[in-house]
């Protein structure tokens, strides 16, 4: 049930609309990043989960977009 949770968590940071800094330190004025807050969310629910298909599948959604982002390709 707390990996549900966790998955949730992910979802509503992934729903923000906040304006991220490419490197942390660079702004100190922006929030952290929710694509970064979701991904690390997806962690834990992929930890307490670890079975479930749902769960997997949005860790690597949400993985490819992260990097795609700082890669430059968004």
Same mark, same amino acid.
């Given at each position: 049930? &707390? @990996?549900?949770?966790?998955?949730? %968590?992910?979802?509503?940071?992934?729903?923000?609309?906040?304006? $991220?800094?490419? #490197?942390?330190?660079?702004?100190?004025?922006?929030?952290?990043?929710?694509?970064?807050? /979701? *991904?690390? =969310?997806?962690?834990? /629910?992929?930890?307490?989960?670890?079975?479930?298909?749902? #769960?997997?599948?949005? &860790?690597?959604?949400? /993985?490819? #977009?992260? %990097? =795609?982002? *700082?890669? @430059? $390709? *968004?």
């Amino acid at each position: 049930q &707390y @990996g549900d949770a966790w998955n949730n %968590l992910a979802a509503a940071h992934l729903h923000l609309k906040q304006k $991220c800094a490419l #490197v942390p330190q660079q702004r100190a004025d922006l929030a952290p990043c929710p694509r970064r807050q /979701a *991904f690390n =969310a997806l962690e834990q /629910a992929a930890r307490l989960k670890f079975e479930s298909w749902k #769960v997997w599948e949005n &860790y690597l959604i949400t /993985a490819m #977009v992260h %990097l =795609a982002h *700082f890669a @430059g $390709c *968004f």
